[in-house]
């Protein structure tokens, strides 16, 4: 039962937008005898910033988990922001410190970090290639500059956002190597697709997959399909792949340590998700 003392996560969109999260977290927290819940909470644009300061007056908020089109203009709304959010241009957690200020940070490329490093690859010092520069790759390359990598390049077929992106990360991290222009996947450790290319068989491949060497670890953000056609292209290489829905159920333990609640496993997540895709 939802009372004065249970901790409130309020997942704010535009009133069309399909909430999936509560479908995931309500039912962790049920199983592990957690007292919060995750309430979705459709919002107008226009009464984004105003309606956003008034869900931090309740006195058992937690916090909030953003989504589009919401998370860009999230930034100029808070006292503080992570570098994350800085490079991805985007927010996606907000909570509330003790002194009343609201930070907030980015979890969308966390979940990808997060998911290849727990499959043993470690980003310390590699090269990285970002195919997708939109608000998903954007996220990415934050979270794999803030993980250590030497170098990264970007490709867009929109050379304006690829250029931008480029720029923040050169603010933020001058440490690494920001490369724009091309999509070969030769000399890249990690090749990242965050485009919807190569979902379906038939479709047009992000990049030309016979570049890509077996040692290559490939990623991809599509989550309607489990193995894309371009990661079973990039397999029939002899690559390891990650599949977008490890994205998704690998942020969601970021978001609970972020929000001081008891974090759990992906594995766990999976087994208790009341979704389908």
Same mark, same amino acid.
């Given at each position: 039962?939802?009372?004065?003392?249970?901790?409130?996560?309020?997942?704010? !969109?535009?009133?069309?937008?399909?909430?999936?999260?509560?479908?995931?977290?309500?039912?962790?927290?049920?199983?592990?005898?957690?007292?919060?819940?995750?309430?979705?909470?459709? $919002?107008?644009a226009?009464?984004?910033?105003? &309606? *956003?300061?008034?869900? &931090?007056?309740?006195t058992?908020?937690?916090?909030?988990?953003?989504?589009?089109?919401?998370?860009?203009?999230?930034v100029?709304l808070?006292?503080?922001?992570?570098?994350?959010v800085?490079?991805?241009g985007?927010c996606?957690?907000?909570?509330?410190?003790?002194?009343?200020?609201?930070?907030?940070?980015?979890?969308?490329?966390?979940g &990808?970090?997060?998911?290849?490093?727990?499959?043993? &690859?470690?980003?310390t010092?590699?090269?990285?290639?970002?195919?997708?520069? !939109?608000?998903?790759g $954007?996220?990415?390359?934050?979270?794999?500059?803030g993980?250590?990598?030497?170098?990264?390049s970007?490709?867009?077929?929109?050379?304006?956002? $690829?250029?931008?992106?480029?720029?923040?990360l050169k603010?933020?991290?001058?440490?690494?190597?920001?490369?724009?222009g091309?999509?070969?996947?030769?000399?890249h450790?990690?090749?990242?697709?965050?485009?919807? +290319?190569?979902?379906?068989?038939?479709?047009?491949?992000? *990049?030309?997959?016979?570049?890509?060497?077996p040692?290559?670890?490939?990623?991809?953000v599509?989550?309607?399909?489990?193995?894309?056609?371009f990661?079973?292209?990039?397999?029939?290489?002899?690559?390891?792949?990650?599949?977008?829905?490890d +994205?998704?159920?690998?942020q969601?333990?970021?978001?609970?340590?972020?929000?001081?609640?008891?974090?759990?496993?992906?594995?766990?997540?999976?087994?208790?998700?009341? *979704?389908?895709?």
């Amino acid at each position: 039962m939802i009372n004065g003392h249970t901790q409130l996560i309020a997942h704010i !969109g535009y009133p069309t937008h399909s909430f999936k999260s509560p479908m995931i977290y309500n039912p962790y927290f049920d199983h592990a005898g957690i007292n919060a819940v995750v309430v979705p909470m459709g $919002c107008q644009a226009e009464h984004y910033a105003e &309606f *956003l300061k008034s869900v &931090f007056n309740l006195t058992n908020i937690c916090g909030a988990l953003i989504t589009m089109p919401h998370k860009v203009t999230t930034v100029g709304l808070l006292h503080e922001v992570t570098p994350t959010v800085r490079v991805a241009g985007a927010c996606n957690a907000v909570k509330r410190l003790a002194d009343g200020r609201l930070v907030g940070d980015m979890f969308d490329g966390a979940g &990808f970090v997060r998911g290849v490093q727990g499959k043993g &690859f470690d980003l310390t010092g590699k090269r990285v290639l970002v195919v997708g520069t !939109g608000g998903v790759g $954007c996220a990415i390359a934050a979270s794999l500059a803030g993980a250590g990598v030497a170098a990264i390049s970007l490709f867009d077929v929109h050379m304006e956002s $690829c250029e931008a992106l480029a720029q923040r990360l050169k603010t933020h991290y001058p440490q690494i190597e920001v490369r724009t222009g091309s999509n070969d996947p030769a000399d890249h450790h990690l090749v990242v697709n965050a485009t919807p +290319m190569g979902m379906n068989e038939g479709d047009p491949l992000p *990049l030309d997959v016979s570049r890509l060497s077996p040692d290559t670890f490939v990623g991809e953000v599509v989550m309607k399909t489990e193995r894309t056609a371009f990661l079973q292209a990039a397999l029939s290489r002899g690559c390891r792949v990650q599949v977008g829905s490890d +994205m998704l159920f690998e942020q969601i333990p970021a978001y609970l340590e972020y929000f001081g609640l008891p974090s759990t496993t992906p594995a766990e997540l999976r087994a208790l998700a009341q *979704l389908s895709y």
